[in-house]
């Protein structure tokens, strides 16, 4: 199975902030990277598919990039709606995988 | 509207079987696949499964294979996944999730399984 680490875990930041979270795969995955945004008590949200494509309708302050092994999340401006735990997930191959999740807090 | 409404929450006992339903509406159901995923308190996301709406033809995941069963109704625009065998650790929430080539773009509203005895 395709392993996924993300970092970090949890950061805080302040509304405005320029945020990055990384998600590195155990092996290539060329671009079959999505990011998923999930708050409390909620599904999923797609954000960003095949590592850099955005979703229709997600604001145009997130963006993703990357290919093979390493790729990032990027929301240039911290926005409240933003607070929300991060996932990436490959579609390579099956099993389908996730990571651990990134929780954006606050600060 | 694209719509995945699944059936409410369950109670089960240790050894039991659960069936959770997830009912496509907005598209043509057998146009998309549909997979399954669950996330257990405090826990990523994991994949289970997941069934060609239009042929039946599914695949699962190692971790869960002879104990999960995806099928589909086509006539009803439905999907559904049974667990067996249950036991504590599969207390989680299950969504269903339409999958469009490489991502899951809509999700049901998650479906609570608790495994008590």
């Known amino acids: 199975d395709i392993q996924l680490t993300q970092s970090p875990s949890s950061l805080s930041a302040s509304v405005g902030d320029r945020v990055t979270i990384t998600c590195r795969a155990s092996q290539s995955i060329s671009s079959y990277l999505n990011w998923y945004q999930q708050k409390p008590g909620k599904a999923p949200k797609l954000l960003i598919y095949?590592?850099?494509s955005l979703q229709s309708g997600v604001p145009s302050r997130f963006s993703g990039s990357g290919s093979g092994t390493d790729f990032t999340l990027t929301i240039s401006s911290l926005q409240p709606a933003d607070f929300a735990t991060y996932y990436c997930q490959q579609s390579y191959n099956t099993p389908l995988t996730f990571g651990q999740g990134t929780k954006v807090e606050i600060k | 509207q694209v719509q995945l409404v699944q059936s409410g929450a369950e109670v089960k006992k240790p050894g039991a079987s659960v069936k959770v339903s997830c009912k496509s509406s907005?598209?043509?159901?057998?146009?998309?696949?549909m997979h399954w995923v669950r996330q257990a308190p405090g826990q990523r996301l994991e994949w289970m499964g997941w069934i060609n709406a239009d042929n039946g033809n599914t695949k699962y995941s190692q971790k869960f294979q002879g104990r999960v069963t995806i099928t589909r109704d086509t006539s009803a625009s439905t999907a559904y996944m049974e667990l067996s065998s249950l036991r504590s650790e599969d207390t989680a929430i299950y969504y269903c999730?339409?999958?469009?080539?490489?991502?899951?773009?809509?999700w049901g509203q998650g479906t609570l399984v608790t495994v008590s005895s």
């Open positions: 907005g598209y043509t159901f057998t146009s998309y696949a």
């Open positions: 095949a590592a850099s």
């Open positions: 999730a339409r999958v469009e080539v490489v991502a899951a773009t809509y």
